[in-house]
């Protein structure tokens, strides 16, 4: 989608500015200075916007885990993101809900639910994630 202009073929920056979320403008500002943040650093900036998504999207209780959980996340590290479907939920919630967080955060979100983590790993990850 082209930013809007104005009639003098200028960029109308008050109506781009009202035309994006405040998350993704941070995103595009932090880019433009080349200034790039951690996801523990995005998530905790938004932590209230995820909760609001997750329950929006028939799921629930949202936990990190991996290098977020660790302090170990760098820049351009994902955010590891395990949610529980609600009953009802289908697939699509949780694609709309991925690429909602995604849109939200501006880092690469893998985003699971309990049972698609290996059996191996899965009662340690439950264990140690963390609610955000």
């Not at 209780?61 to 660790?70: E, K, M, Y």
């Amino acid at each position: 989608m082209a930013p809007p202009r104005a009639q003098s073929g200028r960029f109308n920056s008050k109506t781009v500015l009202e035309e994006v979320k405040p998350a993704e403008l941070v995103k595009r500002l932090l880019l433009l200075g080349g200034i790039y943040m951690r996801p523990s650093e995005v998530l905790e900036m938004n932590r209230k916007q995820v909760r609001d998504l997750v329950s929006s999207n028939r799921t629930s209780n949202p936990r990190i885990f991996g290098s977020v959980l660790h302090g170990t996340d760098k820049e351009g590290s994902d955010l590891d993101i395990l949610v529980d479907v609600l009953l009802g939920a289908m697939l699509l919630d949780l694609g709309g809900l991925l690429d909602d967080l995604e849109s939200l955060l501006g880092v690469h979100i893998d985003l699971v639910t309990p049972g698609d983590l290996p059996s191996k790993i899965r009662a340690k990850r439950l264990e140690d994630a963390k609610a955000i």
